[in-house]
């Protein structure tokens, strides 16, 4: 479904990520892990189109298209969700009509109808049962006023009503609170099926106790520099980073 | 006031003023002639503002000075065309009464006061100088917008032909909001109009009104309107200006509130249209225990020019005022906003707030943004701030990313920008039809507003 091939991206003219190689498979579940500043969130944000990134070698297909030629809003509606580590406030856009302008323009771009109001409604009305998102903060401008955790929340929320393809999370469980982060959990997992893949982007076991990934790999200085199943999550929360071996620099 | 063209400033309205000094139809009454004549010496002796002047310096007005427009013949206005223009002016849902003039003069016929409570007066300003109020008309027309205010008001006072006079009684609410509407449409040869305004609300008492000008596009004219408003003890007048003159019209007004004590006025202009705009608008809060709020909202592209100028005079202690303006530029259009916050030595215990906020669309669009507060009183509150910012492009991309396209992104933070300013008009019918001219003028959709 994703496949990264020798990425190398710079921002300002400084090379942030030095060859990534990642392959993402419909159904499955990624876990990246690494040091603050090693390039998860840079990595993310390429995918989901940021153009303050400079991509100088390497490839990104997205179902065998190349997804650096495409604009990020028709990445989204190709399917990619990007989850930010830090949301922006947007005063005077209302949530509700964020997320239907949003959901309509996801629908019309796979050719089907756009959703009337009652539809709409109801998709919204399940999602925040699930997200546990209260009236209040829909009616409210997009993140405008949100806790951290809201903000987190409405992020998982959006995915809910948007259902994507390749879900990236980045560091979603940051600012949660222990319910907040089993509900987010939750409504991460109702998304999990055969056809779809989620990348998260964490810090912590905490998280993946909930979203149990297939495989879990290590970003530092902007490369791959292990990667493993669901017990390396463990054995990194139990001894680090500093065990793992720098590759010999190319 | 200094002027480069002071001597030939009047003269080209010379014979158009004499014109009408010798109409014994015209001459409304003896009040309203010398006001006119005073109009015309001022004028004569100012001429009209140029850029020495501190208060004129980004504007360029010379284009409608250069223009000599005259007021049009009467009656040779086209009816389709006004018809036409007064529905697209129309308001959905509004229930109002109506004050229209055409090309500067009243029209009965297409305006609507049926229903008008007793006591309230709403029309024109001969019909008001033919009524028994026409001492209370004299006796305030001109005095809180004196001609020697500027050249412009100047002439306005010269070429006093018409304009609204509106009249709540003590105690009196006026149950719907009422409409001034000024149409401009084409006639042979480019014309000006000089509506004079006078409003007086009466102690206690209660009014909306919805100042419209609206021109059909493609018309060259210049209006230049003065307005007069008196809020009196305890009254409550809530003003809304829509500024939709044709593309390349040039209109200049001056508006000048008195407030007095305990009074309440809320004054909230929207300026979308015309070439060349300036707008004047002073309030001067009076009384203790006054609230005045000024807002204001413009949108400008291409060429326009919009140049706001607010003073605020806190005269008297323990009054509130706040201020809004937000102005949203883009290709080479260029703003200027003036704010003036003036706390008289008697003001103690003044709070008052002045914001304004500009959004450039373009690398070419220009504001000149002023706030001037002078305060001789020791115990006030006074705050000012002012932004100039662009669009923020990670607001963009965010919304981008969930599937919205770059150029309806940028429309929706264009149109939340501006909707501070357009969630405050309280009229909802108004509020809609506005969010649908600012939608318009970026073309987004319509549905997403808070
Ligand atoms: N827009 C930018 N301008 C300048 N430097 C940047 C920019 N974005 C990222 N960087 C730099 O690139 C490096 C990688 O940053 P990135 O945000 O990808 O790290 P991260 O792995 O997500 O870290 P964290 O765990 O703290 O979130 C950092 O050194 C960061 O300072
Ligand atoms: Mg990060």
Redesign the interface.
Known sequence: MLEIRNLHANVEGAEILHGIDLTVRAGEVHAIMGPNGSGKSTLAQIIAGRDCYEVTEGTILFDGKNLLELEPEERACEGIFLAFQYPVEIPGVSNTYFLKAALNAVRKYRGEDELDAVEFLSLVREKMKLLGMSEDLMNRSVNEGFSGGEKKRNEIFQMAVLSPRLAVLDETDSGLDIDALKIVANGVNALRSPDRAILVVTHYQRLLDYIVPDYVHVLANGRIVKSGGKDLALELEEKGYSWIDEPASV | MTSVIENNAAEPYAAYFAGLMSDPLAGLSHAIRNLRREGFSRLEEMGFPSQEDEDWRFLNVSPIVRGRFLPPPPAAAHEGEVRALLDSAAIAGLDSYRVVFVNGRFRKDLSSLAGLPKAVFAGSLAEALASPLQTRVEEHLGKHLAPKFNGFAALNAAMIEDGAVIFVPRGGVLDKPLELVFVSVPVENPFSTHPRNLVLIEPTAQASVIETYIGEPGAAYFTNAATEVLVSEGARLSWYKVQREAQGAYHVAATQIVQERDSTVAHLALNFGGAIVRNDINLYIGGEGATGVLDGLYMISGRQWCDTHTRIDHAKPNCESHELYKGILDDNARGVFNGRIYVHQDAQKTDAKQTNQTLLLSDTAQINANPQLEIFADDVKCTHGATIGQI?E??V??????????D??KS??T???A??IVRRIAIDPLRVAVEKIVLAAREA?T????
């Open positions: 923020d990670d607001h991309f965010y919304l981008q990313t969930r599937g919205i396209p770059k309806e992104a929706l933070l149109y939340a920008f909707n501070d959709p549905d997403f507003v808070i």
